[in-house]
């Protein structure tokens, strides 16, 4: 119901964005977030937002260059990449929140697929 896409190769310093599109149902009344999972590391916390879009949170490692965002209208959650660091490499789900925004990801539901970023150095 949940599917990520817009990953793939770029060179470090580079950008990318992902999106994260609903289809099925309509998820315009849950907060969201986003997770990356990277090979052999457990699955982490980037970032979420309310489902009005008027509240957002990042994890540290990200702040300054992720941007997330959403447009109801189209049923869709976006991630904005900037700056792009080898150490950014990983498989990117996108998951609606049970409540409200967590970095638990155990807090999630509705996982997507998941779109593989791959960053160069």
């Known amino acids: 119901q949940l599917q990520a896409s817009g990953g793939g190769l770029v060179q470090a310093g580079g950008s990318l964005r992902l999106s994260c599109a609903a289809s099925?149902?309509?998820?315009?009344?849950?907060?969201m977030g986003w997770f990356r999972q990277a090979p052999g590391k457990e699955r982490e916390f980037v970032c979420a937002?309310?489902?009005?879009?008027?509240?957002?949170s990042c994890a540290n490692f990200v702040k300054g260059r992720f941007t997330i965002s959403r447009d109801n209208t189209m049923n869709t959650m976006y991630l904005q990449m900037n700056s792009l660091k080898p150490e950014d490499t990983g498989v990117y789900y996108c998951?609606?929140?049970?409540?409200?925004?967590?970095?638990?990801?155990?807090?999630?539901?509705?996982w997507g697929q998941g779109t593989l970023v791959t960053v160069s150095s």
């Open positions: 937002i309310t489902w009005t879009g008027g509240r957002a």
């Open positions: 099925g149902r309509t998820f315009n009344r849950f907060d």
């Open positions: 998951a609606t929140a049970r409540s409200s925004i967590s970095s638990d990801y155990k807090e999630y539901d509705n």
